[in-house]
C-alpha cells in the first residue's frame, strides 16, 4: 500500500523468520559478514528490538572480531547500530561496549 505500512510490515515479518538464522550463523561469521548483516538490517529499516537477541548477538559478536576487523567492517557496523538504535537512543549492553571499544 502506498503508506508504507506493508513495508514495515514486510520487513518485520522477514525480521522473525531471519532472526534465528542470523543468531545462528554468527559463530562462523566473519567481521564482514557480521558488518554486512548489519548494514542491511539498517539499510532495510528492519523493525529489531534494540535490546533483543540478534541485536545483542551481533554486537557482541562484531566485539569479539575487533583485532580482525578492517576500519570498513568498523564503519559500517556503528553506522547500522547507530541507525537500528533511532540516531537519538543512547547505546546500551554490548552495543555501548562496541561503539566504545572503538
Same mark, same amino acid.
Given at each position: 500500500?502506498?503508506?508504507?505500512?506493508?513495508?514495515?510490515?514486510?520487513?518485520?515479518?522477514?525480521? #522473525?523468520?531471519?532472526?534465528?538464522?542470523?543468531?545462528?550463523?554468527? /559463530?562462523?561469521? =566473519?567481521?564482514? +559478514?557480521?558488518? +554486512?548483516?548489519?548494514?542491511?538490517?539498517?539499510?532495510? +529499516?528492519? /523493525?529489531?528490538?534494540? #535490546?533483543?537477541?540478534?541485536?545483542?548477538?551481533?554486537?557482541?559478536?562484531?566485539?569479539?572480531?575487533?583485532?580482525?576487523?578492517?576500519?570498513?567492517?568498523?564503519? =559500517?557496523?556503528?553506522?547500522?547500530?547507530? $541507525?537500528?538504535?533511532?540516531?537519538? $537512543?543512547?547505546?546500551?549492553? /554490548?552495543?555501548?561496549?562496541?561503539?566504545?571499544?572503538?
Amino acid at each position: 500500500d502506498s503508506s508504507g505500512r506493508g513495508d514495515v510490515a514486510a520487513a518485520a515479518a522477514a525480521a #522473525e523468520l531471519l532472526g534465528p538464522a542470523i543468531v545462528s550463523s554468527l /559463530p562462523s561469521a =566473519s567481521a564482514q +559478514n557480521v558488518a +554486512n548483516i548489519l548494514w542491511a538490517l539498517a539499510k532495510l +529499516n528492519v /523493525p529489531l528490538q534494540v #535490546e533483543g537477541e540478534v541485536m545483542t548477538s551481533l554486537s557482541r559478536r562484531m566485539v569479539d572480531l575487533l583485532p580482525e576487523a578492517e576500519i570498513q567492517h568498523l564503519a =559500517s557496523a556503528a553506522w547500522a547500530i547507530a $541507525r537500528l538504535h533511532g540516531g537519538s $537512543r543512547q547505546a546500551r549492553g /554490548p552495543h555501548k561496549e562496541y561503539l566504545c571499544t572503538l
